[in-house]
């Protein structure tokens, strides 16, 4: 949990690779976690910002996959239309093609100078 109320998974360098939100923008508070309800959550992987952003991708389904059962989740989209394999797979072929995009035209995602033009 960070000092901006929403939950990040750090790559070892220590940058973000996508972060946890209450959709509403809620922020989350250690001393409220417990008594806290919440009626939808956000995963958000800002694709420049990332090495290897399909990867990113990929890890961040994975927890939203293992962590959706135990909450009582359904996984949607930003229309609240309910995630299936196949939506899920486009969207992961999206994210894949912003990625090769970026690298033709000489933007590394994740680096130095990709952080500068979408700072």
Same mark, same amino acid.
């Given at each position: 949990l960070q000092a901006d109320g929403t939950f990040h998974q750090f790559a070892p360098d $220590?940058?973000?690779l996508y972060t946890l939100s209450v959709?509403? $923008?809620?922020?989350f508070q250690h001393h409220t976690?417990?008594?806290m309800q919440v009626t939808s959550l !956000?995963?958000?992987l800002d694709i420049p910002r990332v090495h290897e952003p399909a990867k990113c991708?990929?890890?961040? #389904?994975l927890l939203a996959l293992d962590i959706a059962p135990a909450l *009582?989740? !359904?996984?949607?989209?930003?229309? *609240?239309? #309910? @995630?299936s394999q196949g939506a899920i797979s486009h969207i992961r072929d999206s994210v894949e093609a912003v990625e090769q995009r970026m690298l033709a $035209?000489?933007?590394v995602p994740g680096s130095a100078q !990709?952080? *500068? @033009?979408f700072s």
């Open positions: $220590g940058a973000t959709t509403d $923008g809620t922020p976690l417990e008594k !956000t995963l958000l991708f990929d890890d961040m #389904i *009582r989740l !359904t996984l949607v989209d930003d229309q *609240r239309v #309910i @995630l $035209g000489g933007l !990709t952080l *500068r @033009l």
